[in-house]
């Protein structure tokens, strides 16, 4: 590698959790989060430069060193290829040119990451799409690792890859995340009869995922903690039930067909919901002790429903998140504004002592009693609340027939102002 330099705190100066000696990383199984990892470069490159300093007293400015020689290549290949993990995977492929000890390196990366920016509404010619399926055939016949922690593919290579030998791999690398955007229908069949045995965390995005699949992922995939869909046309009902389900994490988001989300979940800890549907019922959540956060958006003639839904968990809610996706037009109509009323009165005013951190965004305050009749429904009924934030709707496009938008919005802020003087003394009021 030709000249590099690294910046370095004076060797004085001593990480946490910093010990004496060299410390390389024993095998590939050992995982490490990027602050242990910053904290275990950091350490070797702080000896490496202390040895540096004491041969060639290399001069001090201030807290930094400049050293003018390769400090990451000395580095076991376990940290590297940690590193490097971190990389996309044509970024990480790019590394192979810069000297002979990085130029396998990127084939035992235990992530790979085809999520590349593209410019929005490109078109790709056949000469691209013939090279990009290429190119990513011959990364999965080159990678020599034996296990991955995730794989993740975007739109722009699902729909122009071999995306079902792509499954394939994954599912035989024992894939612990898999995230995937976009594909064609053959995907389906293949992520149904693929065995994810690892799966721990799962992110399927406009694709033809159907009730079955997800259902299959929720039954087979033991040990399987995040599940995320988003975006999905043909999508009717999730069903998170199951007393010996590990899920804690589960995000349903605009999926436009979509009547029902069913959840029984005992490990569930944050639920994450944004149906635009005019079909959906809501939902039905019967078991979920151990759910803290929770975050809401509906159209604004249904968010009282969906409000309800979930108020029985407040014994133990944390944080709440609510958006309303208001359409002032429909709003107009009185049958909306009557519906809305009538939920708003059903719900429980009863004290929530764990509630301490609630959110609105899209927040309008004129024309509408529904988000001011939350805000303060919420201001008195959470008892330990700590931070109130309200984020304005700014979108133009929403307000047509009110030219001074620009004032519009001052008046929504002194508003959500006024709403603040009802906060207990400790609570924090923020406006975005």
Same mark, same amino acid.
């Given at each position: 590698?030709?000249?590099?330099?690294l910046?370095?705190k004076k060797?004085?100066?001593?990480?946490?959790?910093?010990s004496?000696?060299?410390?390389?990383?024993?095998?590939?199984?050992?995982?490490y989060?990027?602050?242990q990892?910053?904290?275990?470069?950091?350490s !070797?490159?702080?000896?490496?430069?202390?040895?540096? %300093?004491?041969?060639h $007293?290399i001069?001090i400015?201030?807290?930094? =060193?400049? @050293?003018?020689?390769?400090?990451?290549?000395?580095?076991? +290949? %376990?940290i590297?290829i940690?590193?490097?993990?971190r990389?996309n995977?044509?970024?990480?492929?790019? =590394?192979?040119?810069?000297?002979?000890?990085?130029?396998n390196?990127w084939?035992?990366?235990t992530?790979?990451?085809?999520?590349?920016?593209?410019v929005?509404?490109?078109?790709?010619?056949?000469f691209?799409?013939s090279?990009?399926?290429?190119?990513?055939t011959? #990364?999965?016949?080159?990678h020599?690792g034996?296990?991955? +922690?995730?794989?993740?593919?975007?739109?722009h290579?699902?729909?122009?890859?071999p995306?079902?030998?792509?499954?394939?791999?994954a599912? &035989?690398k024992?894939?612990? &995340?898999?995230?995937?955007?976009?594909?064609?229908n053959?995907?389906?069949k293949?992520?149904?009869?693929?065995?994810?045995?690892?799966?721990r965390?799962l992110?399927?995005?406009?694709?033809? #995922?159907?009730?079955?699949l997800?259902?299959h /992922?929720?039954?087979?995939c033991?040990v399987l903690e995040h599940l995320?869909?988003?975006? !999905?046309? $043909?999508?009717?009902?999730v069903?998170?039930?199951?007393?010996?389900l590990?899920?804690?994490?589960l995000? #349903?988001?605009?999926?436009?067909?979509?009547v029902?989300?069913?959840?029984f979940?005992?490990n569930?800890? %944050?639920?994450v919901?944004?149906s635009r549907?005019?079909?959906?019922?809501g939902? *039905?959540?019967?078991?979920a002790?151990?759910?803290?956060?929770?975050?809401?958006a509906?159209?604004d003639e249904?968010i009282?429903r969906?409000f309800?839904?979930?108020?029985?968990?407040?014994?133990?809610l944390? =944080?709440?998140?609510?958006?309303?996706?208001f359409?002032?037009?429909?709003?107009?109509? $009185?049958?909306?504004?009557?519906?809305?009323?009538r939920?708003?009165?059903?719900?429980?005013?009863c004290?929530?002592?764990?509630?301490k951190? *609630?959110? /609105?965004c899209g927040?309008?305050g004129?024309?509408?009693?529904?988000?001011?009749?939350?805000?303060?429904?919420l201001?008195?009924?959470?008892? *330990?609340?700590?931070?109130?934030?309200?984020e304005l709707?700014? &979108?133009? %496009?929403i307000?047509p027939?009110?030219?001074a938008t620009?004032n519009?919005?001052?008046?929504t802020?002194?508003? *959500?102002?006024q709403?603040?003087?009802? @906060?207990?003394?400790?609570?924090e009021l923020?406006?975005i």
């Amino acid at each position: 590698m030709d000249s590099k330099w690294l910046w370095k705190k004076k060797s004085s100066e001593k990480s946490s959790g910093e010990s004496d000696s060299s410390g390389s990383v024993s095998s590939h199984s050992e995982r490490y989060s990027d602050e242990q990892f910053v904290q275990v470069i950091g350490s !070797i490159a702080r000896r490496t430069a202390s040895t540096q %300093e004491e041969q060639h $007293n290399i001069p001090i400015k201030g807290d930094i =060193t400049y @050293l003018l020689q390769d400090q990451i290549s000395p580095l076991p +290949d %376990e940290i590297l290829i940690g590193i490097l993990s971190r990389l996309n995977t044509r970024e990480a492929s790019r =590394t192979s040119a810069i000297s002979k000890r990085w130029r396998n390196l990127w084939t035992h990366v235990t992530c790979l990451n085809f999520d590349e920016d593209v410019v929005q509404n490109k078109r790709f010619d056949q000469f691209e799409i013939s090279a990009r399926a290429k190119w990513v055939t011959q #990364v999965l016949q080159l990678h020599q690792g034996s296990t991955l +922690d995730m794989f993740r593919m975007n739109r722009h290579y699902s729909t122009s890859v071999p995306a079902t030998k792509c499954i394939e791999f994954a599912a &035989r690398k024992r894939v612990q &995340r898999l995230e995937i955007e976009g594909g064609h229908n053959s995907l389906l069949k293949k992520l149904l009869e693929s065995p994810f045995k690892s799966l721990r965390h799962l992110s399927l995005k406009n694709i033809a #995922v159907n009730d079955e699949l997800v259902g299959h /992922f929720l039954s087979h995939c033991e040990v399987l903690e995040h599940l995320c869909v988003c975006c !999905i046309e $043909n999508l009717y009902a999730v069903k998170a039930v199951g007393s010996s389900l590990r899920l804690k994490f589960l995000q #349903v988001s605009n999926c436009r067909q979509l009547v029902r989300v069913d959840i029984f979940a005992p490990n569930l800890v %944050e639920f994450v919901y944004d149906s635009r549907s005019v079909y959906t019922r809501g939902i *039905v959540l019967k078991h979920a002790p151990s759910l803290v956060k929770v975050s809401l958006a509906e159209n604004d003639e249904s968010i009282t429903r969906a409000f309800l839904s979930v108020s029985s968990c407040f014994s133990c809610l944390h =944080t709440l998140s609510l958006r309303m996706n208001f359409d002032l037009m429909r709003w107009k109509w $009185n049958y909306y504004k009557k519906q809305s009323w009538r939920d708003m009165q059903k719900i429980n005013r009863c004290p929530h002592h764990c509630l301490k951190e *609630v959110k /609105f965004c899209g927040f309008l305050g004129f024309g509408s009693i529904i988000d001011t009749d939350f805000a303060m429904y919420l201001i008195e009924c959470a008892m *330990v609340l700590e931070k109130l934030i309200v984020e304005l709707e700014t &979108r133009r %496009e929403i307000l047509p027939e009110f030219k001074a938008t620009d004032n519009m919005l001052e008046a929504t802020r002194e508003h *959500v102002l006024q709403l603040g003087t009802q @906060l207990p003394p400790r609570a924090e009021l923020i406006i975005i």
